[in-house]
């Protein structure tokens, strides 16, 4: 039935119109393509005898309907509208010009450069004004323009954030402004690949930002260092959100990646599966299948029993030196003798005298972190530089060689060779999934990994 079938032709004529446009957008010719386009749409249809003979004309622009894309549920006129819209009567076709603020550009400027006249700048800015002071627009600052092919506004947005933004769009003879979040819709994609230099390249010549790269990167930084331990042919899988704005002319469009619902990474540092899962609604983190967290927590002090006897601070008064010099450590005073034990895993980069530290160990960790254990009295017998050493093992003796008023361990981190306040890595700490929760994670485990393809994938291992 043609009349059935015209508002579905139209729509897409329509959409392939509106497509066009936001290409062209940022040229000032884009009011003669606009018509130009109208024309030959109208004409195309015409010709193509799907449509009534009666339609012979580029379609009746509209100031009073506007975005109304779902042409098989036409939305009611406003009430300035007087009489009832026509089946057949085709969306009316909006010019939609978007652009972005930059460094030196006021809004003015950059409506000005994209061929809006100097009455429609000053309507947006007669009636943004008790909304929104322009003086405060900042680059990066988003807009988005519809016009009626005559060239009056329909709607402008505003964007000041991703999710931001002022509406002012026409009702009856003048114009409503409203603020709008945006809920960002989150579809799931799934992605796995072979390591051939490196983690972020990999995930890279899939198509996906260095974000979710950091972001996968993040998931195991307590297992897995990736700047020295990722080999050729190591494989990853992930299953991620992305996150998708709806946009005025009810497209969407894709924004950004959101979240790492499930991980796993194998190679030769091993096998490591993460999932994200929420104790409680808004508070989640990262899992083993098995309900232990991934975190794995630098301890609280590189000794048991110990008193600070000197805090971390940049502007410290040295005690034998007398003049203010930062001190980028903790300084734990206890008994000569006393084991002082390293903080996490990892792997002995340093082990000896080095001047006011005096006896030193100095401990490489995964994620860029170095940790260091000074004045030591001795080492215990077989550690050496290149040693690997689990969280908790002895790594040196409390002591008072070097630089040092009596018997203490001075313990620092560095991260990315920067000294960081060790009391300040005290993250929230890696709890296993409360036991009472265990059937609703063994749940969401079990849909998630399934999601990533753990099945398939054995399969074909298996195969080779
Ligand atoms: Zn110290």
Redo the contacts with the bound molecule.
Sequence with gaps: MAEGRFPRLAADFSRAGLFALRRASGSPRVPVLAALLLAWVAIAAARSGEVPATVTSPPEPSLDVTDSPDLEAPRPPPGTFTEPVPAVFPEPALLIVDGELGARSTLASALGARGFSPQTVALIAREMAPHFDFRRARPNHRFWVASSADGSLVEFRYYLSETSSYRMERRGSGFEVSREEAVFDARTARMSGVVESSLYAAILTQGEGSQLARDFAEVFAWDIDFQRSVRAGDRFELLYERLYRPEADGSSSFMRTGRILAARYEGTVGAHTAVYFEPEEGRGGYYRPDGSSVERQFLMAPLRHARIS?AFNPARRHPILKVVRP?F???YAAPQGTPVWSVADGVVIHRSRSGGFGNLVKIRHTNGYVSYY?HLSRYPKGLRVGTRVEQKQVVGYVGSTGLSTGPHV?F?IARDGRYVNPARLRTPAGEPVDPDLLPVFQDTVASLLSELGGGTRLASENAL
Excluded: F
Aim: proline share 0%; charged share 25%; net charge neutral.
């Design positions: 000197s001190h450590g903790i300084d000074a001075c620092r």
